[in-house]
């Protein structure tokens, strides 16, 4: 006994089967009519539409050459102030221009480069001289320069403004056209080919061949587009008519063979789609979206024994897999850009030993010593990338007692923690730079006026949140705002933030992510240096 599940299906099935054959067979006849003719406009439109770009990277370029024109002719420049003006604009413009160059009316043209020469027998200089066009553009010729395929745009100079300056002659390679053109041919005012993509038949044959190449193109469809910036200038693209009617007999077959395969399986997908197919699909596609939006701890249901259930496993695997790797490389890239930390303080507390040693004696060599053992054995010890709050403290304190020393006279300090944070895992090396920062930023430009300097760790809720104050010298309004810019978009810029302030910033959002890192404040003449961490309990 047939079920009434099967009998719907079988119905459903055979419904969609005759609706889509009759559909194929209206296809069928309608793309006879419509498909070529389209195919036409199609193609007609894609050469336009090249023709339409080469003639905006004219104008462009006419636009440009009018500008300097009309300054030229406005201000009434001479040779010499012209050519300074187009050795600026050359510099902006390298990719565009070959070379600009000015020409006097007994037609010599002249650069700040080279020696001048004359273009008086130039084509494109008598067509200038014959007519009342504001420019004209060569047919293509190579450049004296580096033999490179170029045209030149001569533009006249209107009203004159004298003897020496009477045209702007501006050299553009023609590679940007053919770039544009691609596989399509461009034929300039004198119908020479500029760029030739015919058919290797055609584009070997000889003047003595033209009536076998009538014969060839009689099965061709020429398509063309005027450069109407360059008069004369025009885009042909020759399309066999077979192409043209090609993708008729190709879609009728495809859409034929589509046709009897989406026929087949859509009887069978119809009873297993929903609960087989569909419906676990459609959690994974979930799961895979929760990872798409960060959520590390979601995963594919593993309970099913098919090939979905093995999709799930294969991609929880890779989860494990890319996660383990980004820890990895997180761990790499912290240990990398803590590598690049300059030991450069080992040399200005040698140098200050060796000025305690020779002016007061030996009695507090002792103590800066073992400030400086402190430093480097917590700096640079064990080499692992977190330590607990409080070694960073003791590190950055030996970097300030050694500091207090050299600078007694004008800076002293104090430390704040909370308590229960000091076993608190932080990033190694992150306070001494900025603690440097505010020495020689802050406190030391002002010479002899007593400062402090103090270093506070708090929790702020969900944060840890450290901050390195200083009463020095304040940072202006601009300076300020270009510092946090580049904290923000976490950039090295060496004219807005020393090296030390990037790092830090740079590894606290490579370890906890970047809503985390370093912000600098300055009011009321205190300037703040504010670590966030995310804190949390495990």
């Not at 020779?358 to 073992?370: I, K, L, S, T």
């Amino acid at each position: 006994m047939i079920s009434i599940q099967r009998k719907i299906t079988i119905y459903a099935g055979s419904c969609f089967l005759l609706l889509f054959l009759a559909l194929l067979a209206a296809i069928y006849m309608e793309m006879n009519h419509t498909v070529v003719p389209l195919n036409k406009s199609l193609t007609q439109q894609v050469v336009n539409a090249r023709s339409d770009q080469i003639n905006y990277w004219f104008d462009q370029r006419i636009v440009e050459i009018e500008m300097l024109a009309s300054l030229a002719s406005d201000h009434q420049w001479t040779r010499d102030t012209l050519l300074e003006e187009i050795n600026k604009f050359e510099a902006k413009k390298q990719e565009e221009y070959e070379s600009i160059r000015v020409v006097d009316r007994k037609a010599n043209s002249w650069s700040s480069y080279d020696q001048p020469f004359s273009i008086l027998n130039r084509a494109y200089y008598h067509r200038m001289i014959e007519s009342n066009a504001s420019y004209v553009v060569s047919n293509p010729i190579l450049s004296r320069a580096n033999g490179a395929e170029i045209v030149v745009i001569l533009y006249r100079i209107e009203p004159s403004v004298n003897e020496e300056v009477a045209y702007i002659a501006a050299a553009v390679s023609i590679q940007k056209m053919k770039e544009i053109a691609q596989d399509i041919s461009l034929y300039d005012r004198s119908g020479q080919l500029i760029v030739d993509c015919r058919p290797a038949e055609h584009a070997s044959t000889d003047a003595g061949q033209e009536d076998s190449i009538s014969l060839a193109r009689k099965d061709v469809s020429v398509f063309e587009a005027p450069i109407e910036r360059v008069p004369g200038w025009k885009l042909v693209l020759e399309v066999p008519s077979s192409e043209l009617s090609l993708a008729i007999v190709k879609t009728q077959r495809t859409a034929l063979l589509v046709g009897i395969l989406i026929g087949g399986v859509f009887i069978v997908l119809l009873t297993l789609l929903a609960s087989s197919i569909i419906r676990p699909i459609q959690s994974l596609r979930r799961v895979m979206r929760n990872v798409q939006e960060g959520d590390q701890r979601v995963r594919a249901d593993e309970s099913r024994a098919d090939e979905i259930g093995d999709l799930g496993r294969s991609f929880n695997e890779m989860l494990v897999q890319m996660y383990r790797s980004e820890q990895e490389k997180k761990e790499i890239e912290l240990r990398l850009v803590h590598e690049q930390i300059k030991p450069h303080f080992l040399y200005n507390t040698l140098d200050t030993i060796q000025w305690m040693a020779r002016d007061y004696g030996a009695d507090n060599v002792v103590g800066m010593v073992e400030a400086l053992s402190t430093y480097f054995r917590l700096g640079l010890g064990a080499g692992e990338p977190f330590i607990p709050l409080e070694q960073e403290l003791e590190h950055v304190e030996s970097y300030l007692h050694i500091q207090s020393v050299r600078y007694e006279e004008i800076m002293e300090y104090e430390m704040e923690c909370e308590e229960g944070l000091l076993s608190y895992p932080v990033i190694r090396f992150m306070l001494q730079p900025l603690v440097e920062n505010a020495i020689y930023h802050g406190i030391k430009p002002l010479g002899d006026r007593r400062s402090f300097i103090r270093i506070a760790a708090e929790r702020v809720e969900n944060q840890l949140v450290i901050k390195v104050e200083n009463n020095g010298m304040m940072i202006p309004a601009e300076k300020l705002a270009k510092i946090n810019q580049a904290l923000r978009m976490d950039v090295y810029d060496s004219s807005a933030t020393g090296f030390g302030l990037y790092s830090v910033n740079h590894r606290i959002r490579l370890a906890y992510g970047e809503r985390y890192g370093l912000e600098v404040s300055s009011l009321d003449q205190v300037t703040r240096m504010i670590l966030h961490i995310p804190f949390e309990e495990e």
